[in-house]
T-cell receptor, first 109, second 116 residues
């Protein structure tokens, strides 16, 4: 059974810092891995999608990596801003999504 | 890609009543997924809605409490029946689109339900 774990559960850093969020999964037989952002009380915004054959994807200040063999993905946020404060969720996709519990990120001005 | 329109975006409901949430997708999809996110928690899959057959419910969720309709390949509804304050959550519908190059999940905007 696929299990997805995100570490840390919460993170608070000063504005401007670079940071890394971690996602691990137990079954490497996935199609893709997707990172989402969720603002309080809101729905989900897709940030990055990494196909199982890829090793990383970049969008602006965000970079996501995938190491299927070790069952790990990281989301790197460069030069963090207060607007980046949100909960970040990773999900692995095969026939459906299996979710991590999320990392609650607070960027302090 | 897929664009999902979900409504209502939020509602405050009385205990014992029911609320039906609708999701409209701009393309035909085989499966639609319904999730619940209780305060401070991650997403929990309620059920998978297939067109032309009964929905498949996850452990802990039953059809009498969360009846689902899937009349065609672009539309689905989830009803939260006989609501109690414990049903206060964000409810989300989702589709997974398998293209030539990748498989990606898309979500509705969510329905924030408060039961009083």
């Amino acid at each position: 059974k696929q299990e997805v774990t995100q570490i840390p559960a919460a993170l608070s850093v000063p504005e401007g810092e670079n940071l890394v969020l971690n996602c691990s999964f137990t079954d490497s037989a996935i199609y893709n891995l997707q990172w989402f952002r969720q603002d309080p009380g809101k729905g989900l915004t897709s940030l990055l999608l990494i196909q199982s054959s890829q090793r990383e994807q970049t969008s602006g200040r965000l970079n996501a990596s995938l190491d299927k063999s070790s069952g790990r993905s990281t989301l790197y946020i460069a030069a963090s801003q207060p607007g980046d404060s949100a909960t970040y969720l990773c999900a692995v996709i095969k026939y459906q999504l299996i979710w991590g519990a999320g990392t609650k990120l607070i960027i302090k001005p | 890609s897929a664009v999902i329109s979900q409504k209502p975006s939020r509602d405050i409901c009385q205990r014992g009543t029911s609320l039906t949430i609708q999701c409209q997708v701009d393309s035909q999809v085989t499966m639609m997924f319904w999730y619940r996110q209780q305060p401070g928690q991650s997403l929990t899959l309620i059920a998978t809605a297939n067109q032309g057959s009964e929905a498949t419910y996850e452990s802990g969720f039953v059809i009498d409490k969360f009846p689902i309709s899937r009349p065609n390949l672009t539309f689905s509804t989830l009803t939260v029946s006989n609501m109690s304050p414990e049903d206060s959550s964000i409810y989300l519908c989702s589709v997974v689109v398998r293209g030539e190059r990748n498989t990606e999940a898309f979500f509705g905007q969510g329905t924030r339900l408060t039961v009083v």
